[in-house]
């Protein structure tokens, strides 16, 4: 009805509840981001706690048999509910940086890194949002997938919900 109404041909594509852990449109870049997973033992991520990406990439990682660690800005909520519930209930490390600034996660992450390496693993550290040339290529190869199910190479718009701007970029 609403491509009647806007007189033009509207396709929606709606990922929220997609397959591996309902990662959603997440799982599209951690599909890439743990593409190299014979190269690393331990993924490091970094971001907030209850971010989607992160539960995501924690449950993708830990079903390859991998080492996870994240490095989390804020302070430990003090009843644990959601994503961070659901990271808990994984065999994940975490820290919080103690910070509410964003930042300070990535920062945290890098000391994790450190302490890793030092001990002897492979680490593959991944910041906010999953913000690496993977992820974009992730959304990049979308377009693939979009013009098989549509038939069309080009689409005249493509509104897309963000939270990070990985999908944009």
Known sequence: KLSHILGVELIMKDEASSAFALGGNKI???????????????????????????????????????????????SEPTASHGNFHLIQLTEAAYRFSGSDERDSAETLAEDMKRTAEAAGQRVKL???????????????????????????????HLVVPVGTGTTLA
């Not at 992160?54 to 800005?73: E, G, M, P, S």
Request: net charge negative.
């Open 28 to 74: 599209r870049s951690v599909e890439y981001l743990l593409g190299d997973a014979a190269d690393w033992d331990t993924l490091i991520l970094a971001g907030g706690c209850h971010s989607n990406f992160i539960r995501a990439a924690t449950a993708a990682a830990q079903h390859l048999d991998k080492k996870v660690q994240c490095a989390f800005y804020g």
């Open 126 to 156: 991944v910041p906010r949002g999953g913000a690496l040339p993977e992820s974009v290529f992730a959304f990049y190869k979308l377009q693939d997938e979009l013009e098989k199910q549509t038939g069309s190479a080009w689409l005249d």
